[in-house]
């Protein structure tokens, strides 16, 4: 049985249970910095707990999730290290340091919890929501065409049945809603970062529609810094964009809705793949994919950090 | 549990839009229960898609017919999805 934080085994692949586990061994070896709090609970009754990094009292937040689709496992296994990395870092590393020292970080580490469940006990290809739906056969939503952002739009499916379905309404799943009310009652987030696999994309708005954002030289700028830092380590290449311009049209997005309510530094990551496995990475790549991700992530918050709004 | 025996993961690229078109095509046919892991959008980004075993001749008979070029990304993906569960449940012990 892992004992503390230091022990754990971040490359490896867990059940929820050992994500929580492992979360309450963060909090536990690191109170000074991080606390875990509850911010709601998913569909199917699972906590859904965000790490709260925090210095000092009332300061500004940056927002970062993991897995708000099940199946990217390498996604919960990266914030889950980038949480032990974040407090780790604390008092050691100055870009840390400083800014947790201005501002906190809350990190869902599983945004979907259900799914996520779901994925290691029935259907390791799920991808949404296990909400049901009166009048349908099939079950969840695709949470990431679940916000109030050009929501019922293109790029999402009415089709209960189909990976993409958006659901009945705007935030109609309770796991999308927490976060929407987390995101809203706090009022002071600066900055979301949205971590998803694969493809090595590193997007920002809009996916809804197909203009540019008003801040699309800085974003474009900051994305491509971050781009470049993590292809440092192991020279992993992303594309960097607009989620339309890059992938394809999609309504709903999280970064989409974030940005509207006047979060202007909103990003998604879509981690990387080795080109042979996509959604089922091997667990060797845990470490190096969470390591180079952090020089990505470090980057757009320093921005964060430096350019205050 | 459900299993995914048989089932492959093509990597496909279109060279042009015109294929990305029948691409998009193939989208649309729900009968064959594909699941896009990277959709048909953009040529530059290759478009990966989950078939399911049933659908495999169907789909790589429709792909040479457009003379599309594509490679298998996963031969079968019960085999990798069992290695996964494998090395967790020694990690476990």
Known sequence: KERNSGSFNFGAFHTLDNLYNAIDLIVADYKSVVSKQQIGTSYEGRPIYVLKFSTGADRPGIWIDAGIHSREWVTQATALWTAHQLAFDYGKDTSVTSLLNKYDVFLLVVTNPDGYAYSHTANRMWRKTRSIKSGSRCVGVDPNRNWNAGFGGPGASADPCSDSYRGPSAESEVEVKTVANFIRSHGKIKGFVSIHSYSQLLLFPYGYKCTNPAHYTELNTVGKAAASALSALYGTQYTVGTICSTIYQASGGSIDWTYDIGIKYSFAFELRDTGRYGFLLPATQILPTAQETWLGIKKILEHVRDNPY | ?93
């Open chain 2, 1 to 93: 549990e459900k299993t995914f025996v048989g089932e492959q993961v093509l990597r496909i690229k279109a060279s042009s839009n015109e294929k990305m078109g029948l691409l998009q095509d193939l989208q649309s046919l729900t009968h064959l229960q594909l699941d896009f892991w990277t959709e048909p959008a953009n040529p530059n980004i290759p478009v990966d898609v989950r078939i399911p075993f049933r659908s495999l001749q169907s789909v790589k008979a429709y792909l040479e017919y457009n003379n599309i070029d594509y490679t298998i990304m996963i031969e079968d993906l019960q085999v990798i999805i069992n290695n996964e569960k494998e090395e967790m449940e020694f990690n476990e012990r």
